[in-house]
């Protein structure tokens, strides 16, 4: 079962613009992380918040984390052409504390940045 | 050069016929998970391993088999009872144990079409 949902689908926006993606989940987690996913290519790992964390900047990402909601949203700031990626957030299900390792992914925000 | 490795970028099967893909990592971490993306979805976990000689089934196993021999190496086999193996294949892998906040390191992918 799909743990996280994202939204929206795609987001076609103009350089310099900021771009704001969510992702809603539904079990307790350890973490959530964001992952950004080029055409064609591999996963790479952008940024990790834990479920005591409101907040976590990371230079042009800010990532809020709400767990009442069970909501997170990632927010790049002055987009570039570069940026053009699907971005998907995975969580770590809460297991009793214990991390096991599995990762649930959404099913990924495509972001077209235009030049 | 650390990294995660697969191998072959494309690969082209006929029905009926079993195929191995292959994943090396020299990261030296214990876990390993193979993942399936098809056409505009997120990753859905195939199986996974936390130690040598040692594995679960993910979420669609079914049609898939893995061996993990040595801590560097997961092999994929899609077999002939997958029935639908055309996907995009991604391996990853992380540090696991208790308390410990799994970031995944992914390989490149191999893009497998049955014929």
């Known amino acids: 079962s799909q743990q996280g949902e994202e939204d929206p689908q795609a987001l076609s926006i103009q350089e310099g613009e900021n771009a704001t993606m969510n992702c809603s989940y539904k079990?307790?987690?350890?973490?959530l992380q964001w992952y950004r996913q080029n055409s064609g290519r591999g996963l790479v790992h952008l940024i990790l918040i834990r479920s005591n964390e409101r907040e976590k900047h990371s230079g042009r990402l800010r990532v809020t984390l709400d767990t009442s909601k069970k909501s997170s949203s990632l927010l790049i700031t002055a987009s570039r052409a570069a940026d053009t990626a699907s971005y998907f957030c995975?969580?770590?299900?809460?297991?009793?504390?214990?991390?096991?390792?599995?990762?649930?992914f959404g099913q990924g925000t495509i972001l077209t940045v235009h030049p | 050069d650390g990294g995660i490795t697969q191998s072959p970028k494309y690969l082209f099967r006929k029905e009926g016929q079993n195929v191995t893909l292959s994943c090396e990592q020299n990261?030296?971490?214990?876990?390993m998970y193979w993942y399936r993306q098809d056409p505009g979805q997120g990753l859905r976990l195939i199986y996974y391993s936390q130690i040598v000689n040692d594995f679960q089934k993910g979420d669609i196993a079914e049609g898939y088999s893995v061996s993990r021999e040595k801590k560097e190496s997961f092999p994929l086999t899609v077999t002939s009872a997958q029935k639908n193996p055309t996907a995009f294949y991604l391996c990853?892998?992380?540090?696991w144990g208790a308390g410990v906040e799994d970031t995944q390191y992914f390989g490149p992918g191999t893009r497998l079409t049955v014929l």
């Open positions: 995975a969580t770590d299900a809460d297991a009793g504390g214990t991390s096991y390792g599995k990762l649930t």
């Open positions: 990261l030296n971490h214990d876990a």
């Open positions: 990853a892998s992380s540090i």
């Open positions: 079990t307790s987690i350890n973490n």
